[in-house]
């Protein structure tokens, strides 16, 4: 007679613990072994695990699903969607290349949907100040109104979509419910990543070089992406995706104005603030004609071997200002200050390193994916002085860099990405791009204003607390 397999003798409890180990799709495969390991592996507090991982805070029950695992497989393989939450494009809705969009996706409960939509932020009440530091800037309040665009879902994936065999290539997604509405169509689907070793600097990617991200994929394609074929759960990549939009007019035309945007995700520690880097996060800025932009600031260490970088590109982008004692009287330290960069005391934790910020939205000048600014060195070598005025009574103002450019952005070709007549036609003021002097005044780790010297201008910078707007309320 033969032995009975040890791993089947072992007591249910440890058996669980051990499948617990396994991903869906392992589960799925243990399931095709024996009837014992059937049933084990069909247990919902298995599955009960694998969607709470996906969800910000426990579902009690798995309705409208009678189980969870029927809920798991229903919104197999976009979990990770709702799971990393907040999501940015290369390109706006409309197509636009340079402006971008943000959304912030969740998992609706009470409909059991998937759902993505626009991060907006509108510039609240225009009061204006005098600076009694400069008289000669007039300072414009910033109080920015911060929600989502409920209206517009990008992202609207409900129950019953489609089956999973048929989720490698694509899922419709519902967007503006039943019947044919105004033909506006869309279907998202999973991204190829880019194996490790393989990229290469002439390889249109997405996110940008500069913005952290597990892997990267292509966000240009002459074919829309059509021939990337995945044939292999493995081969997706969780931390991007795909929307593809169109116009159907029903039999005589069947597509028009198509359109692909790609979403890579944030990696939370590049947007978590801890207590050494507190001013990490996603936030959103007062871009003037321009609007509200939202961006990622980074709390980088001196020690981290990307220092360098953005230093290099200043220096090349505008040699002609340099960060020297002398060289910008704008820049010469002021007398009470002239004892802080002496070495003698350390700074205090955060107060190392230096801040990039990096668009994640755009607009026609500098577009997203770019850095907006970045202050070097957040202590005494980067201190100016200790603000005295009661707006910004005891914060510290540190020396930075603001990047500016001419309409088009002209600096790498972007006037060939742009893919519409009338934008190419608009482009007649194109000029490098190039970092100016700037001030730092790092008002809280929740705000913070930049000093424009050239432009005579303050713009202000409010925290963006994510986790705000992944909570879905009860009915």
Partial sequence: MPSIPSLLNLPNEVLFSILSFLSPVQLVEVQKTCRTLRTQAEDDLLWTLHVQRNVPSPLKSPSPCNSFKELYIAHHPYWFIPKHKIWFADKADEGSPMTGQIIVARYDHRRGCIEGYRLIAQHGPHDFHSWEWNPEVIIH??????????????????????????????????????????????KIFPALAIKKGREHHSMSLWPPAIIPAVDRVRNNSESKFENHQIRKWSEISEHAFRVRKWID??????????????????LPESYTPTKEKPYQGVWVGDYSAHGCEFLLVMHRDRSDGTD???????QTLNPRVLFDDGSSPEFAEPRSM????????????????????????GDVNVPRGEFTWITEDLGHRGL?????????????????????????????????LYSFPSARSALTDIAPDSYIPSQMILMSTDRLAQYWQEFGHISFYSRVNIDDFTRVEDD
């Fill in 308 to 314: 360098s970088i953005p230093g290099e590109r200043l």
């Fill in 384 to 416: 100016l002085r200790v603000a005295d005025e009661q707006m910004f009574k005891g914060a510290r103002v540190v020396r930075s860099w603001g990047h500016i450019a001419g309409r088009g952005f002209h600096n790498g070709g972007w006037e060939e």
């Fill in 249 to 266: 007019f029903g039999a005589f035309i069947t597509q028009y104005g198509e359109g692909v945007m790609t979403f890579s995700t944030l």
């Fill in 141 to 186: 309040e910033f109080n920015p109104q911060v929600q989502l665009w409920l209206d517009d879902p990008i992202i609207k994936l409900g129950l019953g979509v489609c089956g999973p065999g048929s989720r490698l290539g694509m899922t419709i997604m519902d967007l503006h419910g039943p019947g044919p509405a105004h033909g506006i169509r869309s």
């Fill in 338 to 361: 002239q004892g802080a960069s002496n070495g003698v005391e350390e700074d205090p934790p955060e107060c190392r390193g230096r801040l990039e910020a990096i668009k994640l939205t």
